[in-house]
């Protein structure tokens, strides 16, 4: 009796495996059809706007040493090793990559370079082989750039039959996104960087500017004072001789040391003008830099400062003097917090 127990059960175990064997042929023989009919092709393309020129984002992102700190993929992998062969940033320039199971291994390397695109082959050699077109494309916004990040994925067969079940645009087009958002807060960090809590705005085309007013040397403890005296002194002598300012009261400061500064206080008006009582103060056409501050004109000192530090960063030296616009004050503003003073240092260039 268990002899034939012992048969049915084994004839009904060869039974089961037989069925399954059928399925996974039919799963297999199915996966492999899909495979056929399958696309092999697809187009992942993300783009973003970034606050920053389009100069800027595209000299970083041209660069192979640089794409490790906004790659998306960076993180996956930490101790993966790259290599940088040929001359980064230009054609025929190739980043490699080894790594773990979630970044494989592969290569980019660029193809060809215009002023709005760099082109790059992506090929994979794990956890399977496949060559993609990739390609960057810059557009000028102003002083914004947008860029878009393409990819051209080939799913090998029979792969690519398993890739139907997947949104492939959706699965791979995060890490696009990832990566650009990547790129927008390190270019534009770049591009806004701060100074002592300022950022400083670059005027390579100063056009110049000619002030009327009274220049006089003194105590830094009596600036205010005197600023008031010199600029009713500067206003009375414009409407006494018709003139309409042509922008805001500034100071000019031409040295400030030893307790002392030598300073001029005037109003904007054109070139070539006589004003009794006042002297001309012209400022040439050149490179302007400057900060907003906003608060009392009389804690400025740290806005001055970080003009210092954007120059000396920058390995430029400032030519001329100083200058304080007030831009809105006290008389069309009470709360001191919203009073803004555009401070103007010049240099000659960058070096």
Request: glycine share 8%; with cysteine.
């Amino acid at each position: 009796m268990f002899e034939n127990l012992h048969l049915q059960n084994k004839d009904v175990l060869m039974k089961l495996l037989k069925v399954l064997l059928y399925i996974i042929l039919v799963v297999v023989g199915l996966f492999l059809l899909l495979g056929l009919f399958a696309t092999k092709e697809y187009h992942i393309e993300r783009s973003m706007v970034i606050d920053a020129p389009k100069s800027l984002v595209y000299e970083h992102a041209r660069y192979f040493k640089n794409f490790d700190a906004w790659s998306p993929w960076t993180a996956l992998d930490p101790e993966q090793k790259v290599t940088i062969t040929g001359t980064d940033g230009e054609v025929g320039a190739k980043h490699s990559w080894s790594g773990n199971d979630n970044v494989g291994e592969g290569s980019q390397t660029i193809t060809a370079i215009s002023p709005d695109r760099i082109d790059i082959l992506t090929e994979f050699l794990r956890p399977f082989k496949s060559v993609s077109p990739t390609a960057y494309r810059f557009e000028s916004m102003g002083n914004k750039c947008k860029v878009h990040w393409t990819f051209e994925m080939k799913a090998p067969f029979p792969m690519n039959g398993l890739m139907m079940f997947t949104d492939v645009d959706k699965a791979i087009g995060k890490d696009f996104e990832m990566g650009l958002e990547n790129l927008k807060r390190i270019t534009e960090e770049m591009a806004h960087r701060k100074y002592k809590g300022y950022e400083v705005t670059e005027d390579a085309m100063f056009a110049g500017r000619t002030y009327y007013g009274v220049r006089s040397v003194t105590d830094s403890a009596a600036i205010e004072s005197v600023f008031a005296k010199n600029m009713t002194k500067t206003l009375s002598a414009f409407k006494a001789s018709n003139i309409v300012p042509k922008g805001n009261a500034a100071a000019i400061y031409y040295t400030w040391a030893g307790g002392k500064a030598d300073m001029a206080v005037g109003m904007p008006a054109d070139k070539g003008l006589s004003i009794a009582g006042l002297q001309a103060f012209n400022l040439s056409a050149g490179s302007a830099y400057s900060v907003d501050y906003y608060g009392h004109s009389a804690g400025t000192m740290k806005a001055h400062l970080a003009l210092e530090d954007y120059f000396k960063a920058n390995n430029m030296t400032m030519v001329g003097p100083a200058v304080e616009e007030y831009v809105v004050t006290g008389q069309t503003e009470p709360d001191t917090n919203k009073w803004l003073t555009k401070i103007i240092y010049f240099s000659e260039s960058k070096k």
